[in-house]
């Protein structure tokens, strides 16, 4: 309960003789709302504690005896951070007998510039039989919480990239927009705000926009749904909208936040323009190609280079794993090259023979690239007959074979054309060079030089059988029986007759005798 107050001014004069006046006060003091009671000629007679408590006093003259005093003490504003004129102060209209309500104030303690208290404050006048004024009322409510509470979402809401927008459910007019909507859109803020929700459309081709409308009609959440918003210049963007009824200073209110797929659709339309490009290109080019799924192996696609290469017709061929085709010469040759495919090895330029839907086996190049299909993994197969130029060299070298009876007379770039031809250039397998002995390799480099045993005897200074025993030794050490496959050989290993400094002759006795 209050403390009792100094007396009361003449005008309650005739209430404080009657039982009334303590019921009065009884009430009063009780109240959760905040009472000053003002005489006409400005004195504060009374508060109780609720109005005490919201200005952090605990007596009547520490709000101050009179209304200038009270204006002295306390320093008020708006909350748009205007400061109030003295006549504006809502304790000068009661004053002035104005009958007010609902005026918001942020209250401050003279000397800090931060209000500690914001109150809702109302006025009431009590009359006399003649309708003159004999008191005046202030009824206060502290509503700090509650602007603080607005406060903080204001915050967090214009902070938020975000996207959002809020509308009054009344009349669905925007009341406050964020930054994030506005970068989205390109729309004015206060363009905005002088419009309703279907004049800014934000449920624009909403792909449930008979349901969002009814929940719109009943304040109700709105799910999530793509929309496609117009924007100022004419353009439209892709979003997702979604809506959540919230209460904004005791109005009810629809919250509508976005998210922007104009990337993602962006990404799809690029991503459908290079699928169609690979499309075309795929089912024009020259080139024989395939696409198949890492999973078993299984042709997804071929184009018509495929088709006429290889005389299946898509329907017979797509959709079936390549160990039911049967394209490859040999189950071994199809195995070794889904090992490679499985182990993530690309293959390039391989030389391989195919079968044909007739049963005709050819000779191809084939290379291989991962791609992916949507979310599957696959590999792209490229497949190049070759059948007319390994025909041509066969018949080349079965020409050159034939006419040759000693390579000694050939020169020596013929030689190495050969050995290319004949033996085509394979990653290097089985013994190296370094299990040749020095003078292994001597004879060796001369051999890709293109001299004959006699030519290498004069030029080690050794006898001819000796040349012979050498050249039977490398023949066996890297398995080959020919010259020309020795010295592919040794190419193939980095090594050839340029590389190896020149022999310098033996002048041991053994040599002598027989050269002599």
Request: proline letters at 5%; charged letters at 30%; one cysteine or more.
């Amino acid at each position: 309960m209050a403390t009792d107050p100094a007396p009361l001014a003449p005008a309650l004069k005739s209430l404080r003789d009657s039982a009334d006046l303590r019921h009065l006060r009884q009430i009063i003091a009780g109240l959760n709302e905040g009472v000053i009671l003002i005489d006409p000629d400005q004195a504060i007679l009374w508060a109780n504690h609720a109005a005490l408590g919201m200005h952090g006093v605990e007596s009547v003259e520490d709000l101050g005896n009179t209304v200038d005093d009270y204006r002295q003490r306390f320093q008020l504003r708006y909350r748009n951070n205007h400061k109030l004129n003295d006549a504006d102060y809502p304790i000068e209209r009661v004053v002035s007998g104005e009958a007010f309500s609902q005026v918001v104030v942020e209250v401050a303690v003279a000397g800090e510039r931060e209000p500690r208290w914001v109150h809702q404050v109302r006025s009431l006048v009590l009359t006399n039989e003649a309708e003159e004024p004999e008191c005046l009322v202030l009824i206060i409510q502290d509503v700090s919480a509650r602007f603080e509470a607005e406060d903080r979402f204001e915050q967090s809401f214009n902070a938020n990239p975000a996207p959002a927008i809020i509308a009054r459910l009344c009349d669905l007019r925007f009341v406050k927009v964020n930054q994030g909507f506005i970068d989205m859109t390109g729309h004015d803020r206060d363009a905005i705000l002088s419009r309703s929700v279907y004049d800014i459309d934000v449920l624009a081709r909403a792909d449930k926009r008979d349901l969002a409308k009814e929940r719109l009609k009943e304040g109700r959440t709105i799910p999530q749904m793509e929309a496609e918003l117009d924007l100022p210049g004419g353009a439209t963007k892709l979003v997702i909208v979604a809506g959540q009824p919230i209460d904004m200073s005791g109005q009810p209110c629809m919250l509508f936040t976005f998210a922007d797929l104009e990337p993602r659709r962006k990404a799809e339309q690029a991503l459908r323009q290079s699928e169609e490009r690979f499309t075309r290109t795929f089912s024009l080019a020259p080139v024989a190609l395939a696409i198949g799924a890492l999973d078993g192996h299984r042709l997804c696609d071929v184009n018509e280079a495929f088709t006429g290469l290889t005389g299946y017709t898509a329907d017979e061929i797509v959709g079936r794993p390549l160990d039911e085709v049967d394209l490859w010469e040999t189950p071994a040759l199809r195995e070794a090259m889904e090992g490679e495919i499985e182990a993530g090895t690309p293959i390039r330029d391989r030389e391989v023979r195919l079968r044909l839907k007739d049963g005709e086996v050819i000779d191809c190049i084939v290379s291989t690239e991962p791609i992916m299909l949507g979310e599957e993994a696959c590999v792209l197969w490229a497949m190049r007959d070759i059948s007319t130029r390994k025909a041509s060299e066969r018949e080349l070298v079965h020409a050159i074979e034939a006419v040759m009876k000693d390579t000694s007379w050939l020169s020596r770039s013929i030689m190495e054309k050969l050995a290319r031809i004949r033996t085509p250039q394979v990653e290097p397998m089985g013994v190296g060079l370094d299990e040749l002995t020095q003078r292994e390799r001597e004879v060796l480099a001369l051999i890709c030089r293109g001299l004959d045993d006699k030519s290498i005897a004069r030029t080690l200074n050794v006898s001819g059988n000796t040349v012979r025993n050498h050249v039977a030794r490398i023949y066996s050490k890297i398995g080959v029986n020919r010259r020309n496959a020795a010295a592919a050989w040794a190419r193939a290993r980095g090594f050839d007759g340029d590389s190896m400094p020149a022999p310098t002759p033996r002048a041991d006795a053994q040599s002598l005798e027989a050269t002599a």
